[in-house]
């Protein structure tokens, strides 16, 4: 039944690299002067928060069947605690005045969250077809 977890990891993580997608492209229209920075900051404070709880429910799941998943929770781990850093001194937050200085950071940040995102998505790929061949032979 190991199987059902990680394929509901594997879907719920294909959420994590299209929001940050979703960033970048926001970012770029932004650069563009096709997005107010109102809008901007609107659109993606809220997308950062329901990144950071999905990934906050993530990590919590996988911690329930942590004999199973005690490699995904290490390989989670830096970027959740690199959330909480952000959460806690509220640096998550895109403020309209400072975000012209502020978007070159934030890009390269969208491009490092995809890039650790896709490693863990294939990981959890892995996993689940691990998983499902285990199943099958017993």
Not at 24 to 42: D, G, R, V, W
Not at 66 to 74: K, P, R
Request: aromatic share 18%; glycine share 2%; hydrophobic share 50%.
């Amino acid at each position: 039944m190991i199987f059902i977890l990680w394929l509901l990891v594997w879907l719920f993580s294909i959420v994590h690299p299209f929001l940050n997608g979703i960033y970048l492209i926001t970012f770029l229209e932004y650069e563009q002067n096709q997005i107010s920075s109102m809008a901007l900051c609107k659109n993606v404070n809220i997308m950062i928060k329901i990144e950071y709880i999905s990934h906050l429910v993530l990590f919590v799941v996988l911690s329930i069947f942590f004999n199973s998943t005690y490699v995904a929770l290490i390989l989670n781990a830096p970027i959740l605690i690199y959330h909480l850093k952000c959460y806690l001194d509220k640096s998550y937050e895109l403020d309209p005045t400072d975000l012209y200085r502020e978007i070159g950071k934030r890009k390269k940040e969208s491009i490092a969250h995809i890039v650790y995102y896709v490693i863990l998505f294939g990981f959890y790929l892995y996993s689940f077809i691990r998983a499902v061949i285990d199943f099958e032979a017993h």
